[in-house]
Structures are given as C-alpha cells and as structure tokens.
C-alpha cells in the first residue's frame, strides 16, 4: 500500500510504548525550521521517544510521519527499518566510532549508502570544512574535546542527509566552559539548516536557549508544549513551574572593557559572565538567589534593594517574591532561613547573586 | 605493606613457574639423541598441532554467531542458554570423555547406528577434535560474548541511522569493535585444545599417529622413560611459549579495533 500523503511536513509524532515504571504516550509535531527542546527530569522518557523516532525502539501502538512518509503505522503495520528513515541521530556522548578517524566517521553514511569511496571521501571533507573540524580529519575521537566531538557528530549526522535532526542531550557532555559557546554554535546551525530539529535535555537552561518551542515531559506525558514565553509565563502546573521556575529578564546587553556583560533591564543593570550583546534574555534560579537585610560586601555582583510581595510555602524551602524595581525576583530560601530572617510580605530585603549565576540565554 | 606484597607476589611466582622451571632443568642433553621415542614424539606433536588448529578454526566459524546470539538477542530461555554454556568449563573434561563415549562410542547412543553404517568416530582423529572442542569452544564462546556485549548499543543504533543494514553494522562497528575480545578468544581456545587431556583419553583413547597427543604421550612415556617424558615436556613448554608470543605478536598487531578493510 502506498504511503498516504499527508499535508504535514514536518516531524509527527502519535505513539504509545509500556516501559517499566509507567506508559509513554506522546503526540507531537515538529515543523522545518522549528527546533522542539524535549525537557524533563532523568528517566522520563526522552530519549525512548527519540529512538521511536530513529526507529530502533518500537511503539505499542500509534503512527510516526516524516515529510507525509510513514515511517510507522501499527494499524497498518508498517515500520521501516532505521536505516531506510532519514535520521539525523546524535545519542548520549554523541556515540562517535573510536576506532575510525574524524574523516572515517563522516564519511560512514554515504559509505553505507553505497557512495563510492573517493565520493564519500570528498563529502566528508566538505562537512568537515564546513563544521570546522578539517584538521582534525586524520584524528580519533578519544583524541577530541568535547565541542570537537559534537562538531564530529553533527558533520557525520549532516553526511547521510537528513530529513530531521534528533539530538539527545547535546550539552550534557561538556564542561560548563565550552558548553555556552557550543550552545550558540549549536543553535545557530540548527537554525541555518532549517530542518524539524528535537533536542533532549534535563537543563532547563539549555532548553530555554535552544528550543523555538519547549516540551515538557514526566513520567512518559507531555506536562505542557508552548513557546519558550508561553511557558515561564503561564506554567500548567506546579511541576512546570517547579522544573522551569526560572527568573527571565530581558535586557539590553553591553560587553565592558573587563569581560563581563553588563545587562539593562530597565532601569536596573544586571552582571552577567556570559558573553552577550543586543537584546538579550537572561536566567537566574531562584535557588542561586540568596537575600540579605543588608547590602553584603561580598564577591557576588548583583545585589538589588526590593521590597517582599509575597512568600510561597514550598515545603522545606520558601519562594519569595522580590520586587526590585520594574523586576519581580524569585529566590528560593529554606524554611529555616525564612524564619530566622522573619521575612514578611512588604519588608524590604537584598536580593544578591553572582554574576556567574545570571545566564544569558543567546 | 609492600614488602608484604613483594614476598606473596614471589611466592606465587615460585609456586607457579617452578614446575616449569623443574622441566628446564631437568631436561638432560645427553638423553636427546638416545630417546628412543623421537619419532613418537613427532607424530605427537604434529597430531597436537593439527588437530588443535583444526579446532580453533571450527570454533570460530560455529562459535561466533552463537557468541552474537547470546551477546545481543533476547530469547525466552537465555539465561537457561547462558549457563548451560558454562557448565563444560566447570566439570573435569574427563567426564566429557565420558558422556562422549555413551553418545558416539561403537556401542553409544548414536554411535551404534554410525557404526551399522560403518562409521566409526571414537578413537579416531576426528574423536581427538571432538573432544577438543567439547572442551575447549566454552571458553571461546564466554570471552566473545562479554566483549561484543561490551560494544555500546548507541554506536549500532547511529550506524543504522545512518544508513547501514543489520549486517554492516556488524562487519564495520560491532566485530571491529569486539576484535581484541574476540582475538583473546580464539588464543584461549586453541591453548585450552593443545592441552586437553581428559576428554581425549577417555573418548580417543591413546593410539600414537592417530590419537595420542603430546599430553597423552607425556603421560604414556612417564610411565617408563623419565628423562623422554622431561624431554617432551620441555618440548610442549617451548611450544607453548612460541604460542603465546605469536599470540602477544598478533594481539598487538591486530588487537586495535580498526574496521574490516574495505568496509570505509
């Protein structure tokens, strides 16, 4: 039976698999030029849903599409192999061939394809160039660095021409100092290849930089889908506000004279030791926000004069609501703190976190 | 502490290679030209050699996908499977010899309907193989198996993303991947074939040229010549350790996963 033409053309996604602790049960679609950050929590089934879509984990039941092409129906029992769907697939640690070089790795789509070896060769070095990696074509991956390897990975994924672009956990591999720029390097190829694109992570940061939409998943279900906005905004549910409870500003972003970024929100200026310039968003966890009855002299950059809104009961921690200025700050504080400080609604405190703390979401 | 474990690791080594340095030592110039068994001794090892090379080749064609079954399918029964395999490696191989002999012997289970046909497998050169890699292939089959299932998922996951059929992912990602397990292997079990002893007894029983091998003739010529059996015993410590440096040879040499030529 031939395949039913649909009017989507991007990824779509409708399937059910039992795993051992709960069910996963998604629907989803992700359309060119769209770039969906799959988050949750370790466990939750991201990466099973990936591997649907790759085609080496089998659904109970439900349909995967690709461009109007099913790739698994099991209605009409129909599930194309892995290497008859079009995947670009980077897993965990980006799953690199140790024992082939650089050259060998980006070449070994078009050589399973049955491109001749001088062809695929050439294609290689193309990716390669392009990627920045060309100099490292004769070189292992155990030899690579993380940004490296990645690069590596996205090149070979590139080579096999893919209609969709699966990366399961990108950043996670990395160091804290590579990762922001490979997040920027990361995204903005994403973007440039115009292609349904589904990152897996548990950072909400990244998911917040990378994603055009943000998914958020437990226990095998999507919580909530919507625009990076939409979310921090109008959380669905405590978990959504709990998993993202993000504080964003959005600023104008000057780099000064000693590295640092100085971001206007308003009329407050903010520290950040992430690079940004222009328009920029930036993120701090309320769990890196401490308060203080007085301005402490201390090594973090950022101490802001408010006055208390509210307070939240959380359990064994307190959210508190900081209004400093035009910017409403959450900080996220034990219970025993909150008590020791007898924090009341109207009170005025500092807000006070370092500038390594204040992301900027590029 | 250290000189504590300086003074156990010397004991061990006395305690282990003491024996073969007794055979050294012990080994008489002299008796060299007089042996009279020197021609047993050449049948003997030739036997080994033949039958034990034999064996290995067999085991890695008829063992390996067996090994990649077990490494990477999963089957109702599996675990029953897994452990069955084990079992040969823990019982003496001379009650392998045994059931051997009850399943193919002149008057075995199956062997009395080969021997109506005229077919006789006990106590030929064939029962020597038999027995060998009834002994030996465990041990080949266990070593594959934990390195190919060693070889992570992911990598044969992206391989088939990428294009690859079942098949070449195995050729280019899993086997190369495996190799030096698979290589560990394969050294194992011919070393395990040339000393077997029990089984070949029991099952092959001990006729020079056609069954004795070098353990059998050791032990047959121990029981009148002394210095011959040293001598041959020097001999089988030579051969042995010639094994094992063109196994240490080939390790080195080919135990660096690469992908099967051509494949890339």
Redesign the interface.
Known sequence: MPNQPTDRDGLFLDVSKKLRDFTLAVALEVRPGECLALVGPTGCGKTTLLRVAVGTARPDAGRVVMAGQVWFDSHRGIDLSPERRHTGYLPQEYGLFPHLTVAENVAYGARARGVGRAQARALAYDLAERLGIAELAHERPARLSGGQRQRVALARALASKPQVLLLDEPLAALDMQTRASVRIFLKSLVEELGLPTVVVTHDPVDALTLGTRIAVMRDGQLVQVGTREEILDAPRDPFVADFLGLNLFYGQATVLPDGLTKIAVGSVGLFSADRATGETAAVVLPTDVTLSREPVAGSALNVLRGHIEGLTYLGPTVRVAVRCQELLLAAEVTFHSAEAMGLRPGESVYAIFKATSLRCLT | MRYLLIALTLTYLAAVLGPMVAIVLKVDPKTVRVAHSLELVRMALVLTLKTSLIVTVLTVVLCLPIAICLARLEFRGKTALDMLVDVPIALPPLVLGVGLLLLWGRRGMVGQYLDAMGIQISFTTLAVCVAQFVVASPYFVRIAQSGLQAV?R??E?????????PL?VWA??TL??AREAILAATITCWARAVSEFGATLMFAGNFPGRSQTMPLAIYVTMQFNIEDAVLMSAIMLVFALAGFAAAQHLLRRYG????LAG??
């Open positions: 992570p992911e990598l996951d992206v391989a088939r993303s990428l294009g690859a059929r070449r280019t990602v190369p991947m660096r996963p690469r992908a494949a890339i």
